[in-house]
Structure formats: structure tokens, C-alpha cells
């Protein structure tokens, strides 16, 4: 299971709070995606996306081409594949995403860990073992 850490742990109303992340088994080639308790925007600030040797990227949000947002949805798809079998942190820096009525999500670096999977693709492996 991903990890998810916030920096603001009090969730009072009106605040938009991350609530998922990336699973475990993550497409290599795929996009991130990052959903909060209700509609955001962006602002100023940036993401990055790096493995536990702090090699990845980082993108300012108002220059970054893969990030998109609807409703309460955060995409970034990172300019290069992610290694397989790999642990990436995503952090988002403080004060860089608020609701629609400008309200912040949380004090500080929003951050969320998870592991990349064993392809490029997400597989999904079903069946059984006899007559397949």
C-alpha cells in the first residue's frame, strides 16, 4: 500500500486535503494521479517526482507541461519513464494547491511515496492456472 503524508494533519472543512495517490504496481510509462478532498487549482510552487537517491524531476507548475487539473484531480505525466520496481516520493510544495475559494492544502510540502511496477503498462494477472 502507498505511503501518504501530509503536513497539515488537522482536516478542517474547507481545506483541501490529499486523499490518494499513485497504487503500488504504478505503470512505469503512465501518468501520476493525485486526487484531493474537493476541486483545486494550482498556483505558484512546484513538483517533483524522485526515486530514494533523489534522482528524478522537478517541474515549476507554471512551466510544467505534463501537469493537468480537473475538479479534484491532479495529473502529471513526467517527461521520461519512471525505472521499474522502484520507490518514487511525489512532493508538492507548500502553498501550492488551494480550492477554488483559495483556501491552502495544508502548511507544508505535501508528499506521497509509492512503487513503480514491473512494466512500462499496468498488467493485471488473472485466471487460473489449468486450462489457460
Do not use: C
Amino acid at each position: 500500500m502507498p505511503s501518504l503524508y501530509q503536513a497539515s494533519v488537522a482536516n478542517t472543512a474547507g481545506i483541501p486535503f490529499l486523499i490518494s495517490g499513485p497504487d503500488n504496481g504504478q505503470a512505469a510509462a503512465g501518468p501520476l494521479t493525485l486526487k484531493f478532498s474537493e476541486a483545486i487549482q494550482i498556483g505558484n510552487g512546484y513538483l517533483s517526482v524522485r526515486d530514494r537517491h533523489g534522482y528524478g524531476e522537478m517541474h515549476y507548475f507554471g512551466t510544467a507541461p505534463g501537469v493537468t487539473v480537473s475538479g479534484d484531480t491532479l495529473v502529471y505525466q513526467p517527461s521520461r519513464q519512471l525505472a521499474y520496481n522502484t520507490e518514487y516520493r511525489i512532493e508538492i510544495s507548500a502553498n501550492s494547491i488551494k480550492d477554488l475559494d483559495g483556501n491552502r492544502a495544508g502548511d507544508g510540502t505535501l508528499s506521497f511515496v509509492f512503487r513503480t511496477g514491473l512494466s512500462a503498462v499496468a498488467i493485471n494477472l488473472t485466471g487460473t492456472w489449468e486450462n489457460e
